[in-house]
Nanobody
Framework: QVQLVESGGGLVQPGGSLRISCVAS??????MGWFRQAPGAEREFVAS????????YYADSVKGRFAISGDKLSSAIYLQMNSLKPSDTAVYYC??????????????????WGQGTQVTVSS
């Protein structure tokens, strides 16, 4: 069973930056990305990267502040988060799958989820 392992979460002040990482145990996904879930809220799409063409996708709420990147050969992705806001506080989940373009931002588009890493933005 393929596993996704996240790392790099933590506490950061508003306006600060943080980078989180994820590595897959096998090179099997066509797309990898990130979702997040804040306390009492539904899980929401953050960003994803499709290896074929290295195309990236972002939620409007993070566009211009977050950047997803990755290395297909090592099955690793990264999320560079800048200008962080308290509203970015959430558990961030790494995901992998082969979603069609219309499902790229839906949880159903991904078959494998990591355990999550906590990101807290607070002064």
């Amino acid at each position: 069973q393929v596993q996704l392992v996240e790392s790099g979460g933590g506490l950061v002040q508003p306006g600060g930056s943080l980078r989180i990482s994820c590595v897959a145990s096998e090179n099997t996904f066509g797309t990898m990305g990130w979702f997040r879930q804040a306390p009492g809220a539904e899980r929401e799409f953050v960003a994803s990267i499709r290896w074929n063409g290295a195309r990236t996708y972002y939620a409007d709420s993070v566009k211009g502040r977050f950047a997803i990147s990755g290395d297909k050969l090592s099955s690793a992705i990264y999320l560079q988060m800048n200008s962080l806001k308290p509203s970015d506080t959430a558990v961030y989940y790494c995901v992998g799958g082969r979603p069609i373009t219309s499902a790229i931002a839906t949880a159903q588009g991904y078959t494998t989820w990591g355990q999550g890493t906590q990101v807290t933005v607070s002064s």
